[in-house]
């Protein structure tokens, strides 16, 4: 990215703008495993007038709310700690038990307890599962009086910016050109844009953003190790939940009937399965019919409780590839595990991404620069799931075939909107629409992504036809 644009991001972002500097950004956080939410949180808060971090006060204050060694050691009896941390929810209302862990600090969810009081305050917010948040917790003895539990006390959710502005965004966007604005999004991401050497690179590294903006937007990516898929579900969303490796149960996805509570499919905006190769499946005919049903509508019965949500799903697998970075075949869902390729499931997907051609992250391509802070990015990208007027202009500016296969419709649709809040957020209005960058960055590209996805599907099942419905921009 050029200084110049560098410094307009700075101008037309203002207060929500941050200077990266990879280099003393790695050295202040060292040895803490921080999402880059939360380090723009913090960096944020000890910024100079000048933009220098001062990093004296920083330092004290990530040793007093995110220590390096144990909580257990820094506590006495009936003493408080004030805590910035992951932590993992663990709540049982039929046996009314709440508790919780700190992973990265060493306390065991056997000896984090949440009393009844707090998690009656919290309980919108509270939820079963992994979480950032602000904590108080103290030490107390137990009723046997011989040990002891870590016991919290207080807790407020991590969201910094309690509300955002969308309209600001959208005459923030005005300002630059879709060229820039494709390079001041991949610098939100903290990714250079010089490091990429064609818009299309560029291009297929945003279209992992599409499930962040639009609801039950449902995507594969197959692509090569080392292309940044982990950081990018990981880090720069707390909306978002990675599953990397390990068991699945239909129960953690979706709802445990023992303890009446709802799986991490119903609190987030994502769910992205990592190394989908490497995860294990428990009970798959029962998960896969779960999936079936809840890709469709968005809902699914397990155990006669309907559950309904939101939150869209991403399979994410590594695909063997030739010399020159091409499919070694054209079957690209044989990569996935046997359990998935039924053509049934995935063509309730409607996004593929192409992984194979994305670059291999470098050191050169980590972002050095004033840009968006993370944490506000989270928060916009949050906040675009509910803006309907996208949908409503997708409807007016395109035509569709009467007789469409519906899938292939509410395929189209979704990915065409989600480009639109993430590439053109100031279109508002038909008005407002360059119909050329509207066919060229968001229908077509919505077209050939849920096209893989149908002619995938056909070589599993020839019932499947490849052929996708005529859909023409309105003039």
């Not at 990266?20 to 050295?27: C, G, I, L, V």
């Not at 007038?49 to 709310?65: C, M």
């Not at 990265?104 to 009656?120: A, C, H, Q, T």
């Not at 599953?243 to 991490?264: C, M, P």
């Amino acid at each position: 990215m050029t200084e110049e644009l560098s410094n307009k991001i700075k101008t037309q972002f203002a207060s929500m703008a941050i200077y990266k500097d990879p280099a003393s950004t790695n050295s202040l956080f060292v040895g803490r495993n921080l999402p880059s939410f939360v380090k723009d949180f913090i960096l944020k808060r000890f910024i100079k007038e000048n933009g220098e971090t001062n990093t004296q006060l920083l330092t004290s204050w990530l040793d007093e709310v995110i220590p390096h060694d144990s909580v257990k050691d820094k506590l006495g009896q009936g003493e408080q700690l004030t805590l910035l941390v992951r932590f993992v929810v663990y709540i049982d209302l039929v046996k009314n038990v709440y508790r919780f862990a700190i992973p990265d600090l060493g306390i065991k969810i056997k000896e984090g307890l949440i009393p009844e009081y707090v998690y009656s305050k919290h309980k919108g917010t509270l939820v079963d599962g992994e979480m950032w948040g602000i904590i108080k917790v103290c030490l107390l003895p137990n009723e046997d009086g011989r040990n002891y539990h870590v016991e919290m006390v207080d807790y407020k959710p991590f969201k910094p910016y309690k509300s955002v502005d969308v309209p600001y965004l959208q005459e923030a966007r005005k300002n630059f050109t879709t060229e820039e604005w494709i390079d001041v999004l991949l610098s939100a991401m903290e990714y250079d844009a010089a490091g990429f050497k064609s818009i299309r690179e560029k291009l297929e590294f945003l279209t992992r953003l599409l499930i962040f903006v639009e609801p039950r937007l449902n995507v594969i990516e197959l692509a090569p190790k080392g292309t940044g898929k982990s950081y990018v579900f990981g880090n720069l969303s707390k909306y978002g939940w990675l599953v990397s490796g390990g068991k699945v149960t239909r129960a953690k996805l979706f709802y445990d009937k023992q303890k009446q509570q709802n799986g991490i499919i119903k609190n987030h905006d994502f769910t992205a399965f990592d190394e989908i190769q490497t995860i294990e499946f428990q009970e798959p005919a029962e998960i896969q019919a779960a999936l079936k049903s809840y890709l469709e509508s968005g809902k699914t019965t397990i155990d006669n409780n309907e559950f309904s949500s939101e939150c869209g799903l991403m399979l994410m697998g590594n695909i063997p590839l030739t010399a020159d970075r091409r499919p070694v075949s054209n079957r690209y869902f044989d990569s996935l595990p046997k359990n998935f390729r039924e053509s049934a499931l995935l063509d309730r997907f409607h996004c593929f991404i192409e992984g194979w051609y994305l670059p291999r992250i470098n050191k050169s391509m980590i972002y050095k620069g004033w840009t968006i802070n993370v944490e506000y990015f989270s928060e916009i990208l949050h906040a675009l799931r509910t803006q309907n007027q996208y949908s409503l202009l997708f409807d007016e500016l395109v035509s569709f075939e009467k007789d469409a296969d519906m899938r292939d419709f509410t395929a189209v649709k979704r990915i065409t909107v989600a480009y639109m809040k993430l590439l053109f957020p100031h279109w508002t209005k038909k008005e407002d629409v360059n119909l050329s960058e509207f066919d060229l960055y968001c229908l077509q590209p919505a077209l050939h992504r849920r096209g893989i996805v149908k002619e995938q599907c056909h070589y599993i099942d020839p019932e499947f036809k490849t052929q996708m419905p005529v859909v023409e921009v309105k003039m």
